[in-house]
């Protein structure tokens, strides 16, 4: 399959169309080894592109990402606190975009999209992608907690539950199908076990695995498998 030259470098994420062309038109891009000055020609879609003297790979449309904690889940903050800008390396660092936010002191999956429809699609309340997190929390909770969450708790924006799937000491295992802020903090605190510590390791058919903190990667076949399962909104770039 082919693809015009400035619209797969737009894809691969070195600006805008009329950047790209610029760059086409002054001899600074190769294609498969040779000077192309052509932006409207046809190239293949899995061409090696080299850009003066580095080469720009095929953007990941989604990257999975072990957030430590201590960083705020936006680019650029205000306040001068440690935040997402250098979260990803490059090339993929400043070309995608956080899925969602985890609070300063959350640490686990947070996940980066090239694709703002796919976002909105991962985000929106009415399809209910669980998210599954591991607390560690104050006291010894026990097995009637449960039934507790899973009625609901009273918190002072409105009433959240979710389902528990391990209790073991102090680390409880539960998965949720909201991301209001700081839910599972207020939840498992008003339900009497405040916490202490909080990883999130799942999204939707998303798994943080054995990704170690601060390291990314890309979508799994799996993971892609899931998107199209669940009808994701389709990869733009064909």
């Known amino acids: 399959m082919t693809v015009r030259l400035d619209k797969l ?9 009329k950047t790209v062309r610029k760059l086409v038109k002054k001899g600074f891009v190769e294609v498969d080894g040779a000077v192309n000055r052509h932006y409207d020609g046809h190239v ?29 889940s936006t ?17 993929w660092g400043g070309r995608l975009h956080p899925v969602g936010r985890l609070d300063a002191e959350t640490s686990g999956l947070l996940l980066f999209s090239l694709d703002g429809k796919l976002t909105q699609w991962l985000l929106h309340p009415k399809r ?19 039934d507790v969450l899973a009625a609901g708790v009273e918190t002072s924006d409105g009433v959240f539950g979710g389902r528990i ?30 916490v202490l510590e909080l990883t999130r ?8 695995g054995a990704l170690a903190e601060g390291a990314c990667r890309a979508a799994t076949d799996a993971e892609q498998a899931w998107l199209a399962e669940r009808g994701a909104p389709a990869d733009p770039r064909g």
Do not use: C
Request: proline share 10%.
């Open 9 to 17: 470098l737009v894809d691969r994420g070195l600006g805008s169309r």
């Open 128 to 146: 209910a992608i669980e998210r599954t997190y591991v607390a560690v929390v104050e006291g010894r909770p026990e097995p009637a907690l449960v």
């Open 75 to 91: 680019v650029g903050d205000p306040h001068g606190r440690a935040d997402l800008r250098d979260a990803l390396p490059p090339p």
């Open 201 to 208: 390791v799942r999204y939707g058919g998303f798994e943080l």
């Open 165 to 194: 799937e391990q209790i073991e000491g102090a680390v409880v295992r539960l998965t949720v199908t909201e991301g209001k802020h700081r839910m599972v903090r207020r939840m498992l605190a008003n339900a009497g076990h405040p």
């Open 44 to 72: 293949p879609r899995d061409a090696r592109v080299v850009v003066d003297g580095v080469e720009w790979g095929p953007l990941p449309r989604v990257v999975a990402w072990h957030k430590p904690t201590g960083l705020v």
